[in-house]
């Protein structure tokens, strides 16, 4: 929001702040301003009369202007199409000093523009250095004396930029507001009977700036119920002493009202004094004491608060919680696992895939997308989209495909159905591989043996979906694990085995084995951090993309087939990725390459010579049948 700083001085007549320090006070205890523009007009630009308008004899868009500042006349050439025969506009004779496209002064001297003279210039808004505006002449009012000086109408002046908040959009949204709250910060009163100078509206009408305001604008708004407000809170939040004189005087500057019970007290806020305090009709963002609270503690000043020192030399205790989170964080990164995170909201269309639907879900009343309204009741419909993205990446040679995700999440239950009232969160971990049931039992059983958990009760079911395992440990809920069935596989279009699992962290760290939880303190964390990071710079030269699929035999195993594939492509090959898997009387298996060379940019030809060494290499030491 644009304010005037000459505006706000009428508006707060006593006001001696220069537009810097001003800006400044407003930072510190309200609005975060900065100094958009200042701008000097020059006290030689004047008010004249178009007497006439010819046509420049050289230039179809130019024209030749007659005008008048009722004493003497001056022929000047102007382009601007705004004008017209008896309008009153400023006039900038040669020696005037104006301002060009970089907001930089310059001096005028008499010019010839296309074989005729002009002394002098109309002038724009941006000319005076009011705004950016180039699109047409000044037009003064009517009834602006010939020959006058425009400083007498447009003053020079400095235009804040002030960023106020949404919540006092009500009330400091204006010109009139902000000098209400200029006035409250140093002490000042406010003169509204400015409000109607025409002066100002003019100065408001071609500079962009804030509305000036109206002085009935609050007995407008709605009536505030009074607040119980004790006058010794703010000093116990800031951690500082206000005296209760201050605090009075600070929410009266303020416009706020404080019930006359409250002035009959010992006048000094003594213990267990509490005030009736009301805020302005117009202060909509004021509901409670906490509101009232922070009035006092920022206009008290925010800078007056000194730092707390704290001691960090004690160890950093960790809960168990946090330490057993980062463990199991670990292991599933070490096991090749990549973490995601998705929305706490569940997309219905996967959230249909694994019928979870069927389950009392937690709705919002306003969701950020229509298919984003319930939270997530489970995290594996967020894990398949997860599945599927990665694979419509690496579709669209792009990186990053994941045989293999986990978050760490909540999910969000209705107060279990109904019979507990309430919301109910649980944290859950929970991932999605590429892989079979024996992929799914070592993940598992690396879960158990990190936790020191012993062996697991199963029990057996199936969904539309797959095969699940419903897991207990000491008779209590421990987990999920489900097997894909090939209809949703079908629906996230993969062609190999996919397994998830939920597993309630909850569970985990109830019963996780007895370890004594590291601690550190802030200097040793410091110290670990002295090790400095390895980057890797960006590659100068492009990367060129092929895909190969071939059949090979089942005992063939992947880890040799990728191997045999940087063992040939070792000098330009800097990437290996399998995207597809399936079985049949043989293993079938596509993967994405990509080639890129440090010190060149390769040519189709080289890198169709070393995909053809690749493919007669896997042809040589595995039989594969390239497709």
Same mark, same amino acid.
């Given at each position: 929001m644009k304010i005037s700083y000459s505006i706000l001085k009428q508006l707060v007549p006593d006001l001696t702040l220069s537009p810097k320090d001003l800006a400044e006070l407003l930072t510190m205890h309200s609005f975060e301003t900065v100094i958009e523009r200042e701008y000097v007009i020059d006290p030689s630009i004047m008010a004249v009369k178009i007497l006439k308008l010819d046509p420049h004899p050289n230039a179809d868009r130019l024209r030749m202007a007659t005008v008048t500042d009722g004493t003497n006349e001056y022929r000047v050439v102007c382009g601007a199409p705004n004008i017209e025969v008896g309008q009153i506009v400023p006039y900038a004779p040669p020696g005037a000093r104006v301002y060009d496209e970089h907001k930089e002064l310059f001096t005028l001297k008499e010019a010839v523009i296309r074989g005729e003279k002009s002394p002098g210039m109309l002038n724009s808004i941006r000319e005076l250095g009011v705004s950016d505006d180039h699109g047409g002449i000044v037009i003064l009012p009517e009834d602006t004396v010939l020959g006058s000086s425009v400083?007498?109408?447009?003053?020079?002046?400095?235009?804040?930029?002030?960023?106020?908040?949404?919540?006092?959009?009500?009330?400091?949204?204006?010109?009139?507001?902000?000098?209400?709250?200029?006035?409250?910060?140093?002490?000042?009163?406010?003169?509204?009977?400015?409000?109607?100078?025409?002066?100002?509206?003019?100065?408001q009408h071609i500079a962009g700036i804030a509305s000036i305001g109206s002085v009935d604008q609050s007995s407008s708004a709605h009536e505030h119920r009074a607040i119980v407000f004790d006058p010794q809170k703010p +000093?116990?939040?800031? !951690?500082?002493?206000?005296?209760?004189? /201050?605090? $009075? &005087?600070?929410?009266?500057?303020?416009?706020?009202?404080?019930?006359?019970?409250?002035?009959?007290?010992?006048?000094?806020?003594?213990?267990?004094?509490?005030?009736?305090v009301t805020a302005p009709p117009d202060r909509l963002d004021i509901t409670g004491e906490h509101d009232v609270v922070d009035e006092v503690v920022r206009f008290h000043g925010l800078d007056s608060i000194p730092p707390a020192a704290q001691d960090f030399s004690n160890p950093l205790l960790v809960p168990p919680a946090v330490y057993w989170s980062a463990r199991i964080r670990n292991l599933l990164a070490e096991s090749g696992f990549t973490e995601t995170y998705s929305y706490s909201f569940e997309d219905e269309r996967f959230a249909k895939w694994v019928?979870?639907?069927?389950?009392?879900?937690?709705?919002?009343?306003?969701?950020?997308?229509?298919?984003?309204?319930?939270?997530?009741? +489970?995290?594996?419909? !967020?894990?398949?989209?997860?599945?599927? /993205?990665? $694979? &419509?990446?690496i579709l669209r040679n792009k990186k990053g495909q994941s045989r293999a995700m986990f978050e760490i999440g909540r999910v969000y239950h209705v107060g279990e159905g109904g019979v507990v009232p309430g919301i109910i969160e649980r944290p859950v971990v929970a991932g999605i591989a590429v892989g079979d049931e024996s992929t799914l039992q070592e993940i598992i059983t690396r879960i158990r043996e990190l936790f020191g958990i012993e062996s697991l009760t199963v029990t057996e079911g199936t969904k539309p979906f797959g095969t699940v395992n419903f897991l207990k440990y000491a008779d209590e809920f421990f987990g999920i694990t489900y097997n894909v069935s090939d209809d949703l596989l079908k629906?996230?279009?993969?062609?190999?085995?996919?397994?998830?699992?939920?597993?309630?962290?909850?569970?985990?760290?109830?019963?996780?084995?007895?370890?004594?939880?590291?601690?550190? +303190?802030?200097?040793?964390?410091?110290?670990e951090k002295l090790i400095p990071a390895q980057f890797q710079e960006l590659p100068k030269y492009p990367s060129v993309f092929r895909d190969i699929s071939l059949l090979i035999e089942s005992r063939v195993g992947i880890d040799a087939v990728e191997s045999e594939?940087?063992?040939?492509?070792?000098?330009?090959?800097?990437?290996?990725?399998?995207?597809?898997?399936?079985?049949?009387?043989?293993?079938?298996?596509?993967?994405?390459?990509?080639?890129?060379?440090?010190?060149?940019?390769?040519t189709d030809s080289e890198v169709d010579e070393v995909h053809k060494k690749i493919e007669h290499a896997l042809k040589k030491e595995f039989g594969a049948i390239v497709r």
């Open positions: 400083v007498e109408m447009i003053p020079s002046d400095a235009i804040l930029d002030i960023s106020v908040l949404p919540d006092r959009a009500k009330d400091a949204n204006t010109h009139l507001g902000i000098a209400r709250e200029v006035a409250a910060l140093i002490a000042l009163r406010v003169d509204e009977s400015n409000v109607a100078n025409s002066q100002i509206l003019f100065l +000093s116990r939040v800031a !951690g500082i002493e206000i005296s209760s004189e /201050k605090v $009075r &005087d600070i929410i009266e500057r303020l416009r706020f009202v404080v019930s006359p019970p409250a002035r009959g007290g010992a006048g000094g806020g003594g213990s267990g004094e509490v005030w009736q019928n979870s639907e069927i389950h009392p879900h937690v709705e919002l009343q306003n969701p950020i997308a229509p298919n984003l309204k319930k939270l997530r009741y +489970s995290m594996l419909p !967020g894990l398949i989209g997860a599945m599927v /993205k990665s $694979r &419509d990446d629906k996230m279009k993969y062609n190999v085995p996919v397994v998830a699992f939920e597993i309630s962290l909850n569970a985990l760290v109830k019963h996780a084995k007895d370890v004594e939880i590291p601690v550190k +303190s802030l200097e040793d964390i410091r110290k594939i940087w063992r040939v492509g070792k000098n330009i090959v800097v990437d290996v990725e399998l995207f597809d898997e399936y079985q049949h009387d043989k293993k079938g298996l596509a993967f994405h390459i990509e080639y890129r060379n440090s010190e060149k940019t390769l």
